[in-house]
Structure formats: structure tokens, C-alpha cells
């Protein structure tokens, strides 16, 4: 008896900070607070980090021997279903958006670029990591080939599948678009991307966490600002679940 | 009598408040992946060195599972705590905290010296230290400043993907991020024992004058002569 009271008084004055914290997330105040905090750490990262630090790459044996699917893990339709089962022969990848040359590139053309394959680690936000390696053409020569215009900020990744009913996308301003890991990978471990892993193509943004690394990659858009894309946070997560749209943290 | 600078008043309150937030939306944090890894990386139960339970919601912030609110808290918070550190640091090297009160003499580490200093707090005689605190004060304190509370600094860091970059060496240091995450969760519950154990010797030692030494600076008794 004394004790259940004693344990409800200890857990009522834990929660009492809890509970305020709560409600207090909720102000207009807090949010800006939240906002102006994830400024400061993007801003002390590349304040300390040179802006073309590379993430740490590993060694061949270093990688785990299955990568984990998260969030979609297919694409539930007809065209997709068609295009996984002849190969991904029609896919294209269309960059558009704020760029002077457009352009419209089928798989066959993203294996002609450059490639690189590096051997990184996948950070999700829940907490866990996967080592794999990863092959594909950088995005920042292919946004110079599409000629990005000087007044475009940032960087919309476009993908095929919807979670809970909506569109995936995701966004990343110019210096994490133009990083030397960023790249554009239709490879894992050697393999051409399995589905569970977003195939046939899938962003790697190495200094971010997971919800960034867009999956069914369709289109590369161009555009000043995101305020008019889904609810105007810069990616899916972002808009529903309220995410830091800075996910370096 | 004086008991405690304005320095030290001020961070104490500060990163109590900063610790609180910290570990409630750190239990939040914790509950999205309830496993822990040593090495560079983990996902699946086979790689686990342990499990951790599903913290309830009224010991977290907020009170329900929400990753992204607990993480704003987290983020936010963590500069308070970091900066209020450092200032606390840089303040007890200049005013001589640190050397005055916090560091240990070396014929306090005798085995016969330690005995006394525990027997003097089972019979519940906290005040038998030569210096403002007694030789176990001191060291816990001396631990919590010096490691505990730097080292929740340094492997909260070491779990940004932003940061690695700029020392990759750093992470590898701590046995990769799976290992730093590891040892933010050890590290919070050994400030966790702490803060127990300071709340208990405070109540036990007189809490009124504690309380109000740590806010006032003085302890409202006279100096003991003799």
C-alpha cells in the first residue's frame, strides 16, 4: 500500500518536468528554439569539419553480411513490379528542376559516368549501423552536366514509393549535394541494389542519417526553396513526423 | 560561512536541469533501438551484448514515444550542458576550485586513510574532511567532472555522422560509434548512481543547509573552531 503510493509520488515528481516539457514542445517558441539549435550544429560541423571531409570508408571485411531494409521495402506498383522483373531496362532518372540541360538518363547511362564505390556505414536514427559498400556515378558532375542554375539552393530527391500513403522525397542543400560520397548508387556489395534496399537506384548522403539515403530514386530536381514541396519540411519524415531536416546530428 | 562560489552555484543548477532533460529524452532515444553493439556497427540481435527494457512513458520526455521531439530535446539541451561544462571547467581551474577542494593528496589514497574516510560516513559523520569536502567527495566528484560527465560530451558527439568526419580517429578511439553508443548509455546511468547517491547524502547530511549553501553560497553556520 505505502509502497504503490510512495512508487505513484516518485513517479508523479518524475513526470512533472516531463509533462511540462511535453506541452512546452508543442509552443511556437519551442519549435524555433528546436529550429535555431539544429542551425548551430549543422553550423558547428562544417565550421570544424573541412566542407569535403569525407565520412570514415571501411574494408571489404568490414561489411555485414545482410543490409537491413527500413521504412519501404517495395514499391506496390504495376510499373514498378514490370520494371523489377525485366531488369529495370526502361527505369530513367530524370534531372530537372532549376537546370539549363535536362535530362532524362536510363541506367545504362548512369554506369557510363565515373563510378565510385565506397565501403560506409549506415547510421539510422533509431541508433543502429550497417557497413556496406556502395557503387555508383557522384551526383556533383552530374548536376554540372545538367547546369544547375547559381539560384538554385537545394536538391530534391524524388522517389517511386509512398509510405503510409504518401510520397517519399527527400532534399539536400548544394554543399552535401556536391560532397565527393555523395553518389547516385545502383550497386550493393557488387550486386545490382535488391529491392528491400531501394532498387534500382538509391541515394547515398554519407554525413547524414538513414531517412536521408532516398531509396527508388526516380527524379533529381533543382529548386530555390522546398516551401512548396509535400508540407514544406524538405522530406518525408521532415513533414511527418517532424525530423530535423539537418539529420548530421 | 562561505560554502560555494557563484561559478559553482550556477552550473550546478544549470546542468542539474540540463542532466534531467537529458536522460529522460535519452531513455525516449533509447526505446527506438532497444539493443546494444561493440564495434563500428550492429543491427541484429545476433550481434547484441545486451538488451535494454522499454523505459515507460512517464520517465520520458515527451511522455510518449516520439524520436524526433526526444531528439530536438536532446540536441537542444546537449549545448546547454557541453558549454555549462566547459565554463564550469575553465571557472574551477582559475578560482582554484579544482586544486583547492576537488583534487586528492596522495597520503589520502592509503588503504588506512580510506578506511577511515568510509567509517566516518557509515556512522554518518560527513564533515571529517580536512578541506571543504571529505576524500570520497572528492573523488566521486573528481570522477563525475573529470570523466562522466566529459565522456557523455564526447560519446554524444561521437554518434553525429556530421561530426566523425572531422576526427575519424576520435571514434575509432572510443572502439567505433557502436561502442560510443554503448558507452553514452553506461556512462548515464553511472550519473545516474551519482545523482542518487548525492540526493541521498544530501538529505542524510542536512538538506536545509545543503540546499541552502548551494543556492546562497553560505551555509548559515558559523565557522567550527578548534
Redesign the interface.
Known amino acids: 500500500m505505502v509502497d504503490a503510493r510512495r512508487r505513484a509520488f516518485l513517479a508523479g515528481m518524475a513526470a512533472m518536468p516531463a509533462a511540462a516539457c511535453t506541452d512546452l514542445a508543442e509552443t511556437d517558441g519551442a519549435q524555433a528554439v528546436f529550429g535555431a539549435v539544429e542551425d548551430w550544429h549543422r553550423t558547428a560541423h562544417r565550421t570544424l569539419a573541412a566542407r569535403q571531409a569525407l565520412a570514415r570508408e571501411y574494408e571489404l571485411e568490414d561489411r555485414a553480411p545482410d543490409i537491413r531494409g527500413n521504412g519501404s521495402l517495395t514499391v506496390e506498383t504495376d510499373y514498378y513490379r514490370a520494371q523489377l522483373a525485366n531488369g529495370f531496362d526502361d527505369w530513367e532518372l530524370e534531372v530537372g528542376g532549376m537546370v539549363d540541360n535536362p535530362m532524362r538518363l536510363s541506367l545504362a547511362d548512369l554506369r557510363a559516368f565515373p563510378q565510385r564505390t565506397q565501403i560506409t556505414r549506415h547510421d539510422c536514427v533509431e541508433g543502429w549501423s550497417a557497413i556496406a559498400q556502395w557503387t555508383g556515378p557522384q551526383l556533383g558532375p552530374l548536376l554540372d552536366l545538367a547546369r544547375v542554375r547559381e539560384d538554385a539552393n537545394f536538391i530534391i530527391f524524388r522517389c517511386a514509393d509512398k509510405l503510409n500513403g504518401y510520397d517519399y522525397y527527400e532534399s539536400v542543400d548544394m554543399v552535401d549535394a556536391y560532397h565527393p560520397q555523395t553518389i547516385i548508387a545502383h550497386e550493393l556489395n557488387g550486386e545490382p541494389l535488391p529491392e528491400k534496399n531501394g532498387a534500382p537506384l538509391r541515394m547515398r548522403i554519407e554525413r547524414q542519417l538513414g531517412y536521408k539515403h532516398a531509396k527508388y530514386l526516380t527524379a533529381i530536381e533543382a529548386v530555390a526553396s522546398f516551401d512548396d514541396i509535400g508540407r514544406g519540411k524538405g522530406g518525408y519524415w521532415e513533414d511527418r513526423g517532424d525530423y530535423q531536416w539537418y539529420a548530421g546530428i | 560561512m562561505k560554502r560555494h562560489s557563484l561559478a559553482t552555484r550556477i552550473w550546478h543548477w544549470i546542468n542539474a536541469l540540463a542532466l534531467?532533460?537529458l536522460f529522460?529524452?535519452g531513455l525516449n532515444?533509447?526505446n527506438?533501438?532497444r539493443?546494444l553493439?561493440w564495434g563500428?556497427?550492429?543491427?541484429?540481435a545476433e550481434d547484441a551484448w545486451t538488451f535494454v527494457i522499454r523505459f515507460p512513458e512517464?520517465?520520458?520526455?515527451?511522455?510518449?514515444y516520439d524520436?524526433?521531439?526526444a531528439?530536438?530535446?536532446h540536441?537542444?539541451f546537449a549545448?546547454v550542458f557541453a558549454v555549462a561544462l566547459l565554463g564550469m571547467w575553465i571557472a574551477s581551474l582559475i578560482n582554484r576550485h579544482f586544486r583547492r577542494d576537488i583534487a586528492t593528496e596522495a597520503r589520502e589514497w592509503t588503504p588506512a586513510s580510506l578506511w577511515r574516510d568510509i567509517r566516518q560516513h557509515l556512522r554518518g559523520n560527513f564533515e571529517h574532511g580536512a578541506g571543504k569536502y571529505n576524500t570520497l567527495q572528492k573523488i566521486s566528484y573528481g570522477f563525475v567532472l573529470g570523466i562522466f560527465l566529459p565522456m557523455m560530451v564526447l560519446t554524444g558527439m561521437a554518434?553525429?555522422?556530421?561530426?566523425?568526419?572531422?576526427a575519424?580517429w576520435f571514434?575509432d578511439l572510443l572502439g567505433g560509434?557502436?561502442s560510443a553508443?554503448s558507452l553514452h548509455f553506461i556512462f548515464a546511468w553511472g550519473i545516474f548512481v551519482f545523482f542518487v547517491v548525492h540526493v541521498a547524502l544530501v538529505v542524510l547530511s542536512g538538506p536545509i543547509w545543503q540546499m541552502r549553501a548551494m543556492i546562497t553560497g553560505r551555509t548559515g553556520k558559523e565557522p567550527a573552531h578548534g
Open positions: 534531467v532533460v529522460m529524452s532515444i533509447s527506438a533501438h539493443r553493439y563500428d556497427d550492429g543491427f541484429a512517464w520517465a520520458t520526455i515527451p511522455q510518449r524520436l524526433a521531439e531528439r530536438d530535446w540536441n537542444t549545448w554518434l553525429s555522422p556530421g561530426v566523425e568526419p572531422m575519424p571514434i560509434r557502436q553508443r
